[in-house]
């Protein structure tokens, strides 16, 4: 039966279903995950780097983690050929408003330009949707550090911590555990969100339950990210070196152990 229906963008199923977003987002689930969570000094996002070939030339940048303007950066599940074009639109628009208004594009004004942009190639014969999700992270004076995720359908939410990629169930399973449990006051919020450096060490438990095989972590496995503030009130973007990354997976086994002594 769906067989008749997945042809086209624009034709809806009998049970309300449009197949070709569904394709799309099963692309998503089918690629490394990335993980984002808020802290309390700033952002963290981390992504798994999948080795199709020992014969590749090292990237001289990364594939992953992506700088949008001085005060935004997103992370890439999916098509990167697909995420290429949306992530030009919206270093322009955010151009765009800098040049305007002479000041940063809002967080989310941005994400819901990308959204609308991605939702337009959902309704239109002939194309197709883009088989690619966001995780965008940024900063604002108004409203500080903030998180948002993104789907091929054009839909957007704002996040305190997420999973996109393969094997998301899990890792958000492992957030819902994990995040903010070292908070004792449940009405303080801010209480609750983890440091930068504890938020990187979260990040990579999660990517060890969703990535695929076993062993220990490597470090050409992962990328980590973190988006803070310096003195200056100035947005500073980060992307851990190998010897740092090493250093987050070294606390991560030294906590395990201790807990599987305890």
């Known amino acids: 039966m769906a067989r008749r229906y997945d042809s086209s963008t624009t034709t809806f199923s009998p049970e309300g279903r449009l197949h070709q977003v569904e394709y799309a987002i099963e692309t998503i689930n089918n690629s490394g995950a990335c993980v984002g969570l808020l802290a309390k000094d700033g952002i963290v996002m981390a992504s798994e780097r999948r080795l199709t070939s020992g014969l590749l030339a090292p990237a001289k940048r990364s594939d992953k983690t992506f700088c949008l303007a001085s005060h935004a950066a997103c992370n890439v599940a999916g098509l990167t050929a697909d995420a290429n074009l949306l992530m030009d639109e919206a270093r322009y628009q955010a151009g765009y408003y800098q040049y305007t208004y002479q000041e940063p594009i809002p967080i989310e004004q941005l994400v819901e330009i990308v959204c609308n942009y991605k939702q337009y190639y959902t309704q239109r014969g002939g194309l197709r949707p883009f088989g690619v999700a966001f995780l965008f992270g940024g900063y604002d004076e108004f409203h500080g550090f903030q998180l948002y995720q993104t789907d091929p359908s054009g839909n957007y ?12 169930q899990a890792g958000k399973s492992l957030l819902k555990s994990e995040y903010g449990k070292a908070g004792d006051d449940m009405n303080d919020e801010e209480e609750r969100l983890p440091t930068v450096q504890e938020a990187l060490q979260l990040a990579v438990k999660v990517l060890n339950k969703t990535m695929d095989g076993t062993g220990a972590a490597a470090v050409e496995k992962m990328e980590l990210f973190t ?7 100035n947005v500073v973007h980060h992307i851990l070196t190998k010897a740092e990354t090493q250093a987050v997976i070294d606390s991560v086994e030294q906590e395990t152990a201790a807990a599987g002594d305890a």
Not at 157 to 168: F, L, Q
């Open 157 to 168: 939410s704002g996040w305190k911590a997420t999973v996109i990629g393969a094997n998301n």
């Open 227 to 233: 988006m803070t503030l310096d003195a200056d009130q």
